[in-house]
């Protein structure tokens, strides 16, 4: 029969019969152009599946169909090795299988074990607020004065609901130990369409490995400075997963530090907020939710500034790259560190978001950086993946992933 009538007789393409055939595990007779398939054939490729199944490489089926390839009905060629052939297939299908077994009682313990983990860690979770020994590192954004509490409700020296006043007529609310303040977003649209998406969709392989190479890089940078009673800005919490990775690294390190997490969106720093109280470790954290104009933090007070992808979502959301007024919290020795996700021509961008091009624009974002700081930038490299971005970035437009650390120019 020709090639094809033998590859649809066994439901595979024409290449896989070629490939069987130019090993040699196939012996049809070739006449003119065409090859011949013989009843024998399809004897031996029937044998070639079985034995592919069963685990089989193509180096021990060839062998196995040598054994009586030179033998007759009657007699069996070469016995002794063929049944030692068997035994020792016999022999490695044993071990397998008992390393499968192994595997899946690791694998059941694994699971077990994180079961049991994050039982706990859901049993653990307490309510948490503004630590009142903090009061005293916030300030009026209006007039730099100190804040007053008032209507405070207090859960273990922690403040859960209340207000903060300034005699100039500023004010902010504290809810669930948030502290809310003017400019705080409580409905995110583009959030929304982001939690619609499946989890591999959110974050796929490539997307992730970049993230976390980029991360890791963050981390590296934090453990080699001193944190004890540092002050850590982190301007947009963007949920919280990515810095509560970075905050679980530090924390193995020192837990002598204050963490600021500030999102525009409310829903984001209570997210910020669940993540972080599953943690077996944690630093004193303040919370808040607003614009950064109208934080009570006071300006040349925060050691470090941190984000992932901080800038630009605060563009996308707010129309502006503040890069000079984030500055503004930082010492003057104080260091910014920050993961970033662009493309490198304008065209890459969704229409829809045309008008933020600049702040998803690699060099753009580059250039704006290094007008007010003394730089180092490094690559996580590039990927088609763009999982969270998706939205932002035009299907085959490739995503780079960079990250950096400044300086006040001095």
Same mark, same amino acid.
């Given at each position: ?39 024998? %054939? #399809? ?84 309510k948490t607020g503004l630590p009142l020994d903090c009061l005293?590192?916030?300030? %009026? ?26 005699? %100039? ?83 193995e390190k020192s837990e002598d530090f204050l963490y600021i ?23 004193? #954290? ?75 624009? %690699?060099?753009n974002i580059k250039r704006k950086l290094s007008e007010q700081?003394?730089?180092?930038? #490094? ?20 995503? #780079? ?10």
């Open positions: 029969m020709k090639i094809g009538e033998f590859a649809q007789k066994f439901n595979i393409n024409k290449e896989t019969v070629r490939f069987y055939t130019n090993k040699l595990l196939l012996n049809p007779i070739k006449t003119r152009t065409h090859y011949e398939y013989s009843e024998k %054939c #399809v004897d031996d490729m029937t044998t070639i599946l079985r034995l592919k199944d069963m685990g089989f490489t193509l180096q021990e089926i060839a062998k196995y169909l040598s054994f009586f390839r030179n033998s007759t009905k009657r007699t069996l060629f070469m016995r002794d090795e063929l049944f030692q052939f068997f035994d020792q297939k016999i022999q490695d299908m044993d071990e397998h299988i008992e390393e499968i077994k192994q595997a899946k009682e690791e694998l059941i313990n694994r699971r077990d074990e994180i079961k049991e983990k994050y039982e706990i860690v859901q049993q653990k979770q307490e005293q590192k916030l300030a %009026c954004p209006k007039c730099s004065k100190s804040l007053s509490i008032e209507n405070g409700e207090i859960y273990r020296n922690e403040i859960l609901n209340g207000s903060l006043q300034c005699d %100039c007529g500023y004010s902010a609310n504290i809810k669930d130990g948030i502290i809310v303040f003017d400019g705080v977003i409580y409905e995110n649209p583009f959030y929304e369409q982001v939690i619609l998406l499946k989890g591999d969709e959110i974050s796929p392989p490539e997307y992730t490995s970049l993230v976390s190479g980029s991360n890791n890089w963050i981390q590296e940078q934090f453990h080699k400075e001193n944190l004890q009673d540092k002050i850590i800005l982190d301007y947009m919490t963007q949920g919280g997963i990515r810095n509560n990775q970075i905050l679980e690294k530090l924390m997490a500030m999102d525009l969106h409310f829903d984001q720093v209570v997210n910020f907020k669940h993540i972080l109280s599953m943690q077996e470790k944690k630093p004193k #954290v303040i919370y808040l939710a607003g614009s950064y104009e109208n934080a009570p933090i006071k300006k040349q007070s925060c050691d470090y500034v941190t984000s992932f992808l901080g800038l630009q979502a605060y563009s996308i959301s707010k129309n502006q790259f503040p890069i000079k007024g984030i500055m503004d919290f930082l010492k003057p020795e104080g260091k910014w560190l920050e993961t970033f996700a662009c493309v490198t021509d304008p065209k890459m961008v969704n229409e829809k978001f045309k008008s933020h091009s600049n702040t998803l624009i %690699c060099e700081m003394r730089t180092k930038f #490094v690559s996580a490299g590039e990927t088609s993946e763009k999982g969270e971005l998706s939205y932002y970035i035009k299907e085959d437009a490739p995503l #780079v992933f960079f990250s950096f650390i400044g300086q006040k120019k001095t």
